[in-house]
Structure formats: C-alpha cells, structure tokens
C-alpha cells in the first residue's frame, strides 16, 4: 500500500471512530422519526459521556495526589536540604570511655569519613568549643549565675541559619571582641529585649570588658550567647586587652600664672577624693602643660565621662583660652594580664556537615563505631523524614492503583457494553474485507480521541484546583507562623514530568481497556457478528 493510500485509509478510520464515538443522528422520513433517532443517538452519546467522566476524574484524582506529595515531600526536603543544622552530625570529644578534646587532626579524620555507596559525604566539618562567663547587667552590677554558650568558627554555616531579631550576626575579621546574645538573655540582664544594646560587658580579669553584640536571635544552639573561635582563643591565651587603661592626659600649652597655680591649689581636695593629681609640667622644649594622673589608671572612656568635664568647668574662670587647650593623652600602660601561648587549638564538640540528609544516618553509624558520642538527634530526625516521604510514597502508590484499577475495571465494562451495541458495525467491515487489525485499530483510535478529549479537560480543570487548593494551604499556613519558602514554593506542585506521566498512565490505561473489549469483536466473523447482535 502506498503511503498516499496509507494517509486516506487513516483519514477514513479516524473520521469513523469520531462518527462512532459521537453518533449524533437525526435521520428519517419523517420529523417523528428522525426525532426519534436523535434520541437514540444521544443515549448512545451517555456511553461516551461517562468514558469521559471516568477518564478524566481518574486524570485529575491522580493529578492532585501526585501534585500534593511532590510539593508537600519536595518543600519538606527543601527546607531539610537547605539547613545545614539538619544536615550536621554533632559529636563529642569522647572516645570510648576518655573524654578529652578535639584536635586539628582528629578533625581532618573525621572529614574523611567514607560510608558504602557514597563517596565524599563530608561537606565541611568545625570544631568548637562550650563556654561559660560571668555576664554584667544592663546596671552595671554583676550578674549572680554563670551564663552557658559556645564558640563558632567564622566561617561555620549555622550562623546563615539562626532566626536573628537583631543585627546581622556577621563578625568581622576573627570576631575578637564580639558576640551574638539571646533575646531571652538580654531580657533577663534588663536590656531592651529585641535591640542592639550599646554596650554589653562581660567579666575579664575582674574588669567589666565591653563586647560589641552583633546579633541578636531567638534561641543560640547550645546557649546563650555565641563567639568566635579566635575570639574564645584570644581569652584562653590572655592575649586580648580589651581595656587599654591610660595613666593619664596633658592640656595645654598653658601660661604658668599665678591664677593656674591657685587653680591647681583650689581642685586638690578635689583631685585627692579622685585619687589623681595635677601639675604644672614642661613638655616639646619651654612649653608648660597641666598634667592630669592617677596611681590606678583609667580607660579612655573612664577618664572622658568622669573627669574631663569637671576639670574643663574649672578652666573657664582661667581666661586663657581654655577651649582652645588641646588634649593629648599618656601612652596606655601594658596589659595587667600576664599572656600565655597555647601552641595547638582544642575543641569540645565538632560539627560535622553531611552533602544531603539521607547520609546523616550513615555518617553518624560511621562516626559513634570510632567511639565519638553524638550530641544531637538528627539522625533520628533524618530517619523519620526518609520514613515519612516513604509512607507519602506508599499512600500515593496505594492511591493511584485504587484509582486506576476502578477506572479501568469501568473502562473495560463500558467498552464492552459499547463493542457489543456496536456488532453490527463490525459485521458490515467485516463484510467488506476488514480485517481483524483494521478493526482493532479503528476501536482503538476511538480509545486515542477519547483520552486526549479527557486528558486536557482533566489537566486543565487539576491545574486550576491545584492552584487554588495551593494559595489556601499556603495561607492557612502562614497564619499559624512563619513558614520559610512556603510561598515561593508552594505545598501542591505540577511539573511538566508529573503531567506527561500521568497522561502516559491514562493513555495506557484506555488502549488496555479497549484491546480487552475489542480483542474478541475483532476476531468475530460476520455473519456470528449478526447473530450476536440478534
């Protein structure tokens, strides 16, 4: 057969299973009987009405089902995936039954770790330590408890991760000097809860040494504050002086008048009760200057709030220009702190960063068979996710092949019943030379339009459901509390995958039927068609 004769014969099928699927007729001799035809045309047309129904209720019901577990799953394991604290197997320094510290080496091992079937399931790993200061309140008084946090490498991942009220929560350099705080522990040393405060002290040498907060979050993993690890190493090794105290400052250049030297004599009663004193000195050649001194030296900002504006009150009665007196301050003395050096870093706790959540489990199997105790519980959180996104699996299964195995028993008694009405069709091809797979084809054809008049209308109408169902869950949600990536997201997705799948699953679903009922019409010869159908 040529490929022209080819085209035709398609073309002469296909309009017969459109003709056949729809068999709207209104012929007759008269209006009474053509009247009567149409009615029994369009009683033939429910037949095909219900196929439609049935396909495409079947292509929505799996649609939506489908929809809701891929974005319910796939938004659970994005938020999972894009936390590093999900993905962190947090270990102690305990080895079998020694507890002892981390070191540099230990940790470069543990980022070797290997498990079967996964190659390089480390990401990164930070070791860390656990601390404990005494913290000064907001009065200045020194708080009665010892305040628990931790240490944090600078360039550890869980800082991303914590819910900041305050602040951006980024040190700066190797964070010497600085800290993220609680709200609750601000609340509790009587700063304003929420904010920024403009100094926050905490015990150092038995001095109140100023810490600059950079952030302020909801909860700190493993306390109530947070520092870096430089920082914490700066303290161990007695290498940070926060406090830099000055013995003291210059004014000047000042005349020596007989007024100064009885100004000098007037504030001594003054000075005395300030444990400091003045004098009258030479300083760069013949230039005089007041000299201002204490035995216990003051900070900068000691001497600024507490002397200066006293002293500069008195200088306004000298005439002599004081406004314009510069100030030069003494060199500040060495640190009190005797320094020491500690030639090795330790840790007490090291956080071990796994590439996705399903190594979790592994990786801690891994890391507690070396002896080390895990001290968080994400394996246990890893395992109940892959447990739940497994059941949704199953229920989706469960769901699709009750779903389908209904429709499909529908489609093959439908189709059936149809072939059979239909008898005298397939006699009349028979009796012109059609041959068992023409038939067979033109029913299946028949099939082939129903399934894309019903997989359109049927992923058309999920769509809109889909979205609709996806802005209320999505809403609802969020009412209840923030939920992160819920609305760029969404909690019902349809993919291009997902709709070509289950327009496959629905197109083979409708040949099956067919070629089941249609199979036996096919092989009938014409005249047992004729008698079947008496």
């Known amino acids: 057969m040529t490929l022209s004769a080819r085209f035709r014969l398609f073309g002469y099928v296909l309009l017969f299973a459109i003709r056949d699927i ?23 047309c429910v037949s095909t009405m219900l196929n439609l129904t049935t ?33 962190t197997v947090e270990v102690g320094a ?43 309140d907001a009065e200045g008084g020194k708080d009665d408890t010892l305040t628990h946090g931790r240490t944090v490498d600078v360039e550890d991942p869980v800082l991303d991760r914590l819910d900041y009220l305050a602040g951006r929560g980024r040190f700066t350099g190797d964070g010497v000097g600085q800290v993220i705080v609680s709200g609750s522990l601000l609340e509790g040393l009587g700063y304003a809860p929420g904010r920024l405060p403009e100094r926050f002290q905490l015990d ?8 600059q907060v950079i952030g302020v979050v909801t909860d700190v993993p493993s306390g109530e504050l947070m520092i870096s690890e430089s920082f914490y190493r700066a303290i161990l090794d007695r290498q940070w002086d926060p406090l830099p105290r000055i013995p003291g400052f210059y004014l000047g250049p000042v005349e020596p008048t007989a007024q100064l030297e009885k100004m000098l004599g007037e504030i001594e009663p003054y000075l005395e009760r300030r444990s400091a004193t003045g004098e009258l000195v030479r300083r760069n050649g013949m230039e ?154 033109a029913y299946t054809l028949e099939a082939m339009v129903l399934w894309a008049v019903a997989t359109v209308f049927g992923l058309t109408a999920a769509g809109q459901l889909a979205g609709a169902v996806n802005r209320r869950l999505v809403a609802l949600l969020q009412w209840q509390g923030d939920m992160p990536m819920l609305a760029e997201r969404g909690l019902i997705t349809m993919p291009m995958e997902l709709k070509l799948t289950v327009a496959l699953g629905a197109l083979a679903l409708c040949i099956g039927a067919t070629w089941i009922a249609a199979s036996v019409a096919a092989r009938l010869q014409p005249a047992q068609a004729l008698n079947l159908h008496r």
């Open 204 to 211: 150092y040498s038995d001095l109140a040494a100023p810490l």
């Open 22 to 44: 729809f068999p709207v007729s209104w012929y007759g001799r008269d209006l009474r009987e053509r009247a009567r035809t149409f009615l029994k045309s369009l009683r033939a």
């Open 288 to 441: 005089q200057w007041l000299l201002f001194s204490r035995d216990e030296p003051w900070t900068r900002e000691r001497w600024r709030q507490l002397f200066l504006p006293s002293i500069r009150r008195r200088l306004e009665n000298l005439g002599q220009g004081w406004e314009t007196l510069r100030l030069e301050w003494r060199e500040p003395l060495a640190s009190q702190v005797e320094t020491r050096q500690n030639l090795e870093p330790e840790y007490t706790r090291a956080s071990i960063y796994v590439r996705h959540l399903g190594q979790v489990p592994a990786v801690a199997d891994a890391v507690a068979a070396k002896g080390l105790h895990i001290t968080s519980n994400t394996r246990e959180i890893a395992l109940l996710f892959m447990q739940i996104s497994s059941l949704g699996h199953g229920i989706l299964l469960a769901v699709i092949l009750v779903v389908g195995g209904l429709a499909a028993v529908s489609l093959v008694l439908s189709f059936s019943q149809d072939i059979r009405r239909k008898t005298p069709e397939i006699a009349i091809l028979k009796a012109y030379g059609a041959s068992d797979r023409l038939v067979l084809g």
């Open 94 to 136: 305990v080895f079998g039954t020694q507890s002892r510290v981390f070191k540099p080496r230990d940790l470069a091992e543990l980022a070797l770790l290997e498990i079967e079937g996964e190659t390089e399931p480390v990401q990164g790993i930070f070791g860390w330590n656990d601390v404990t200061f005494w913290l000064f």
């Open 55 to 87: 396909l495409a209720i079947l292509v929505i019901t799996t649609s939506l089902v489908a929809a809701l577990y891929l974005g319910t799953v796939g938004w659970l394991r994005d938020y999972v995936e894009s936390n590093p604290l999900a993905r």
